[in-house]
């Protein structure tokens, strides 16, 4: 199956999935993810973000063409359609090999498909 990615470009979206509070966290990445709204049809549709806190400007979008790179290879496969992700890069993204890096979203997409996975236990809020 290759289903065709939709970028998610609005920060309503990117705030949305985060609210969910479903993550994987893992060394190349931190995946969110979240049921799409009713009106968004049965697609799959990504995000990607990096912050300052990854390196300057060209670090950062070394880091999100990575992440593109790597969400066109696995989210077909492994991404539940009808589900909005958002791939958040790391400190090492940018230098990761890449084959980790693959294996890094394959890992956390399995995390996020277990039932309540990725979810803080109750009273977790702090």
Do not use: C
Request: net charge positive.
């Amino acid at each position: 199956m290759t289903a065709r990615l939709i970028r998610l470009k609005t920060r309503a979206d990117f705030v949305r999935v985060a609210a969910e509070r479903a993550r994987a966290v893992r060394p190349g990445l931190i995946v969110q993810a979240a049921p799409q709204p009713a009106d968004a049809g049965r697609t799959l549709r990504v995000g990607f973000t990096a912050s300052k806190r990854v390196g300057n400007a060209v670090v950062r979008n070394r880091a999100k063409r990575r992440l593109r790179a790597a969400a066109a290879s696995v989210l077909p496969l492994h991404g539940r359609p009808g589900t909005d992700y958002v791939l958040i890069a790391r400190a090492g993204t940018g230098e990761r090999v890449y084959a980790e890096l693959l294996a890094d979203l394959e890992a956390a997409l399995r995390q996020l498909a277990r039932p309540h996975a990725g979810k803080p236990a109750r009273g977790g809020d702090g």
